[in-house]
């Protein structure tokens, strides 16, 4: 299984951008699949995610400016972010938790993109 992330970029402020991920390979089921940032020196941080039904939940610091959504038949998940500040720069990275021919769940990432929010 790989997650395949793309679409970030540079942007000024106020911006908006999307990514995507794509998941690909042996895949029986996903359910919660998400998006994390790591900005410049900090730990990585939840962003959001949404379960397979649709319900979803976003850090305060993105409510009410991103949002969070999947296809479920392509296995891809989006995340469109608006008004995008400075303080947005970070790498991003999606991950899916994934169930395999076996009924086994497995959490896989994928590689990161950089979303950078400068004037």
């Known amino acids: 299984v790989q997650l395949q992330a793309s679409g970030g970029g540079s942007v000024q402020p106020g911006g908006s951008l999307r990514v995507s991920c794509a998941a690909s390979?042996?895949?029986?089921?996903?359910?919660?699949m998400g998006w994390y940032r790591q900005p410049p020196g900090k730990q990585r941080e939840l962003v959001a995610v949404?379960?397979?039904?649709?319900?979803?939940n976003y850090a305060d610091s993105v409510k009410g400016r991103f949002t969070i959504s999947r296809d479920n038949a392509k296995n891809t998940v989006y995340l469109q972010m608006n008004s995008l500040k400075p303080e947005d720069t970070a790498v991003y990275y999606c991950n899916a938790n994934i169930m395999n021919r076996l009924g086994h769940w497995t959490v896989y990432w994928g590689q990161g993109t950089q979303v950078t929010v400068s004037s």
């Open positions: 390979g042996s895949i029986f089921g996903a359910n919660v």
């Open positions: 949404i379960t397979s039904g649709g319900s979803s």
